[in-house]
């Protein structure tokens, strides 16, 4: 029993010396990153060849680089960021769900077929997509607009095949006793399905989001105008060939990740259960 005891006891020690030592390893260079954004611009290096202290807990503090950051453009693209990936959010969650909706409940033509076709979307590499999104952008006219922003990302294969999953295990007496009150199809979805989705829900409205806020390629050739500039398009201008202004790109990534971590933590709770939902299923 003591010998029982103790193997357990050690497993558990080991247990955790691998959980810290993989969080280290994952949140050391963030932590430089962000306590660099807080050194003079001199000593933003000093350090980095060792692992001491010193090389994450500044000795001099600044705020000159956030200043610097103020008096960018870093504010407008934060602000474009926000309304990109809250549009994507609102109506992605909307868009997706419908299709989950479909494919859980109703039979059609070729919907098997059609439901592979969405599982190999978010398999596709985005890069192999951009020629021919752009041309359709192009003959469009939404070039340079919010539209060509959001509109392409707006339907996202993984959401739907959440949604078709979580919709799928709702038992089907439940509709059909609405649909002999009744009920329309689409209050179905609107007052019983969606209401029982919420994890699913805020799982996609975290995946969208953050798949808005970290986007750059696509930001890039769709709106290149000043004016619809995208966060990570913001902190890369702090690069040039002649120069790289490390202060002021440590200072915006620290100000990107701040901003993305605030939706994480309000829907954390709901992205664990969604995950562990589908590990016990």
Do not use: C
């Not at 002649?242 to 933590?265: D, H, K, R, Y």
């Amino acid at each position: 029993m003591i010998e029982h005891k103790t193997k357990a006891s050690l497993r558990l020690a080991l247990r955790y010396v691998v959980l810290t030592t993989i969080m280290v390893v994952m949140l050391g260079p963030l932590l430089w990153v962000m306590m660099s954004s807080l050194r003079p611009t001199p000593d933003i290096f000093k350090f980095s060849g060792q692992i001491s202290w010193e090389t994450f807990i500044p000795q001099t503090f600044t705020l000159e680089h956030y200043y610097a950051l103020a008096k960018t453009d870093f504010a407008r693209a934060v602000q474009n960021s926000l309304f990109v990936a809250s549009a994507t959010v609102v109506l992605g969650v909307f868009v997706n769900s419908l299709a989950g909706f479909a494919f859980a409940v109703f039979e059609f033509p070729f919907k098997r077929i059609l439901f592979v076709l969405v599982l190999a979307s978010f398999m596709m590499p985005f890069e192999s997509m951009v020629i021919p999104l752009y041309i359709l952008m192009r003959a469009l006219g939404w070039t340079d607009t919010y539209r060509a922003l959001i509109v392409p990302e707006l339907a996202n294969g993984l959401v739907i095949f959440l949604f078709r999953q979580f919709f799928s295990s709702i038992p089907k007496e439940v509709l059909e006793a609405a649909r002999i009150d009744g009920a329309s199809w689409f209050q179905i979805y609107l007052r019983i399905m969606m209401p029982l989705s919420w994890p699913v829900a805020a799982t996609a409205a975290l995946m969208l989001f953050i798949l808005q806020w970290d986007a750059f390629f696509w930001p890039l050739v769709a709106a290149s105008k000043p004016e619809f500039m995208m966060v990570q398009i913001a902190i890369v201008r702090n690069m040039t060939l002649e120069n790289v202004s490390w202060g002021q790109m440590f200072a915006s990534t620290t100000a990107a990740v701040l901003v993305a971590m605030i939706p994480f933590f309000i829907l954390q709770r709901f992205y664990v259960r969604t995950i562990l939902q589908g590990s016990l299923k």
